[in-house]
């Protein structure tokens, strides 16, 4: 029977399984980052684009302040690892691109790395951006996709 509760019991019901994403952002000094991220989604067909909400304290919304490009990447299942990395330590203090090992092609939009494991990956700018509470949401505009047919796609059980 459903009873009245909690956000967080409710939220923990609800939220699983969840496609997860990585965003790619350059660091205002240099070199890049990644950010793992369950807050995502399309938001329109023509011209295509996609939503990501960056929580203020991240590393990846002082990126984004600066560098108006991230790359949406949708990870295969072989990521697992990386994004469990990506979304629990910060790009202030690792760079998770040298401690994930990651193998990269560059991007023909901005140059951000494009991972080479990905099941697909979007180079987007920011067009417009959103306070939504202690979040930002960036909406990007799609410029080139990139897809890897033979990767099959993780999501978070
Ligand atoms: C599965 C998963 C989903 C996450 N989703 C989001 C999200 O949508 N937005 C967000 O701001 N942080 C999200 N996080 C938390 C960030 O990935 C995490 O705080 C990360 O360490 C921030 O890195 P940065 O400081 O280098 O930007 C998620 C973490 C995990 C493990």
């Known amino acids: 029977m459903i009873k009245r509760t909690d956000l967080t019991e ?3 019901l609800a939220h699983l399984p969840a496609k997860v994403a990585l965003a790619v952002t350059e660091k205002p000094s240099g070199g890049y980052n990644l950010i793992t991220l369950e807050w995502f989604m399309r938001t329109s067909i023509q011209p295509p684009m996609f939503a990501i909400s960056i929580g203020h304290t991240r590393f990846s919304h002082d990126c984004l302040q600066q560098s108006r490009f991230f790359n949406l990447v949708f990870p295969s299942v072989g990521m697992k690892p990386l994004c469990a990395m990506a979304g629990s330590s910060s790009g202030r203090e690792i ?3 040298e401690q994930g090992k990651v193998e990269f092609t560059w991007g023909k ?4 790395p494009v991972l080479k494991e990905a099941v697909a990956v979007f ?3 920011v067009v417009t ?3 939504s509470g202690d979040h930002t949401i960036y909406v990007g505009e799609v410029r080139y ?3 890897n047919p033979e990767q099959k796609l993780l ?3």
């Open 123 to 125: 180079e987007c700018e």
């Open 95 to 97: 760079d998770k691109f």
């Open 129 to 131: 951006q959103v306070r």
């Open 145 to 147: 996709s990139w897809a």
């Open 109 to 112: 939009l901005h140059k951000l």
């Open 155 to 157: 999501v978070y059980q």
């Open 10 to 12: 409710a939220y923990g």
